[in-house]
């Protein structure tokens, strides 16, 4: 299984700004997902988006894929303090269950 | 529906010790997988079990060991602990027949080793 690389590594914002974070992998996939983990916690299912969608949106969340650039990115708009948190991607090319985790990306919302 | 529950929840052992970290799967999930996240690091996989069997590995050393039981629940055994073992252990439950991988988390135990 491919490891995604998320970008940037830090990002910190106000309240109520949006918060931009990126992913990129290696080969073709099944699909990718995001995860969230508070501190110290387990990680937290935000959303999953597969290889013949371009697009998707969850609340505050909005997904893309673009297949061609081997990237994802996770927007979310209007952010909360209780957004901080670590962000990470986890694409997946089928078969085999295990996700791979890259570092993440540390985000701090401040009021 | 129970989510996924992990005891306990922190730990501290001393070098050379052993450990055995629970893991209890989500209603409906046969499919548990065990990540160590050292600190500022992703999670990083150690094993997977399917159906009482494992069902994978990764880069870990034999000392890693595991169970998984009848009741799809399972056990991280580590043996001769090392100071590098400390971190926190996340355990994931999922059902192969969702056909998407989407894996749920437990809280994790965290693990010291002196």
């Known amino acids: 299984s491919q490891q995604g690389e998320e970008d940037p590594q830090a990002l910190s914002i106000q309240e109520g700004e949006n918060a931009t974070m990126n992913c990129s992998y290696k080969t073709s996939i099944n699909n990718l997902q995001w995860y969230r983990q508070n501190s110290g916690r387990g990680l937290v299912h935000l959303i999953l988006i597969r290889s013949n969608e371009r697009e998707k949106h969850s609340g505050r969340l909005r997904v893309t894929l673009d297949t061609s650039k081997k990237s994802s990115s996770l927007l979310i708009t209007a952010s909360r303090a209780a957004d901080t948190a670590s962000y990470f991607c986890?694409?997946?090319?089928?078969?085999?269950?295990?996700?791979?985790f890259g570092t993440g990306t540390q985000l701090k919302v401040e009021l | 529906e129970t989510g996924v529950t992990q005891s306990p929840t922190h730990l501290i052992k001393t070098r050379g010790q052993q450990v055995t970290l629970r893991c209890s799967s989500q209603?409906?999930?046969?499919?548990v997988s065990w990540y160590q996240q050292a600190l500022g690091q992703g999670p990083q996989f150690i094993f997977q079990?399917?159906?009482?069997?494992?069902?994978g590995r990764g880069n870990f050393p034999p000392r890693f060991s595991g169970l998984q039981f009848p009741n799809y629940s399972s056990e991280l055994n580590v043996n001769a602990l090392e100071l590098d073992d400390s971190a926190l252990y996340l355990c994931a439950s999922s059902y192969p027949g969702l056909l998407n991988n989407e894996q749920f988390f437990g809280p994790g135990t965290r693990l010291t080793v002196l």
């Open positions: 986890a694409p997946w090319e089928g078969g085999g269950n295990k996700l791979t």
């Open positions: 079990y399917y159906r009482e069997e494992e069902n």
């Open positions: 209603s409906g999930h046969n499919t």
